[in-house]
């Protein structure tokens, strides 16, 4: 069955870097975009960035413009989020989910940001 | 792109219909039918219920259904029943996505 599953979070201090990871089975991964959408704790769901079936368009929240980057690997059905210059209210709950309407979640990987 | 706006909790009684809106900039909601909804229960991912405004995946209840009127996106649950009791949350999408605040529905 369309599974996708996160990985890559953990407890990371203020201005360092972490890389998530979201890998995809049961689907023909390379033609469809991929999100990154997270959920700090108590909150609701904040859309991160997305990254077109192949590659070539990238767009990004506001609040992670020029800090983060996605990426993907269409040989290893992975989409990868590289998070620098990480803050406290970078702490969430992170999840990939699967094109336009994202129609399918992961569970979610948690990245803690704190000293 | 700013936060879509829903109300903080809708309530009913088992049997009614509720609605939820959801309301944005005419870029967000009014030119586009890329609304979609989703359902949180406690500790677990995401669902999505409703896409393209009104279209439901296979296997979500026709109890729930979509709709649009200007700048406001709706969500209906008909029937209302226990295991509805979650968060929703409404999604546009122009360039980028915008989800809304999320609503939380609770069955009385």
């Known amino acids: 069955q369309v599974q996708l599953v996160e990985s890559g979070g953990g407890v990371v201090q203020p201005g360092r870097s972490l890389r998530l990871s979201c890998a995809g089975s049961?689907?023909?991964?390379?033609?469809?975009?991929i999100h990154w959408v997270r959920q700090a704790p108590g909150k609701g769901l904040e859309w991160v960035a997305v990254?077109?079936?192949?590659?070539?368009?990238?767009y990004y929240a506001d609040s992670v413009k020029g800090r983060f980057i996605i990426s993907r690997d269409n040989s290893k059905n992975t989409v990868s989020l590289q998070m620098n210059s990480l803050r406290a209210e970078d702490t969430a709950l992170y999840y990939c989910s699967l094109g336009n309407d994202m129609d399918v979640w992961g569970q979610g990987t948690t990245v803690t940001v704190s000293s | 792109q700013s936060a879509l706006t829903q109300p903080a909790s809708v309530s009913g009684s088992p049997g009614q219909s509720i609605t939820i809106s959801c309301t944005g900039a005419?870029?967000?909601?009014?030119?586009?039918?890329?609304v979609s909804w989703y359902q949180q229960h406690p500790g677990k991912a995401p669902k999505l219920m409703i896409y393209?405004?009104?279209k439901r995946p296979s296997g979500v209840s026709n109890r729930f259904s979509g709709s649009k009127s200007g700048n406001t996106a709706s969500l209906t649950i008909s029937g209302l029943q226990a295991e509805d009791e979650a968060h929703y949350y409404c999604?546009?999408?122009?360039?980028?996505?915008?989800f809304g605040g999320g609503t939380k529905v609770t069955v009385l």
């Open positions: 005419s870029s967000e909601i009014g030119s586009y039918s890329r």
């Open positions: 049961g689907f023909t991964f390379s033609s469809v975009g």
């Open positions: 999604c546009s999408y122009a360039t980028t996505w915008v």
């Open positions: 990254i077109a079936y192949d590659g070539s368009d990238k």
């Open positions: 393209g405004g009104n």
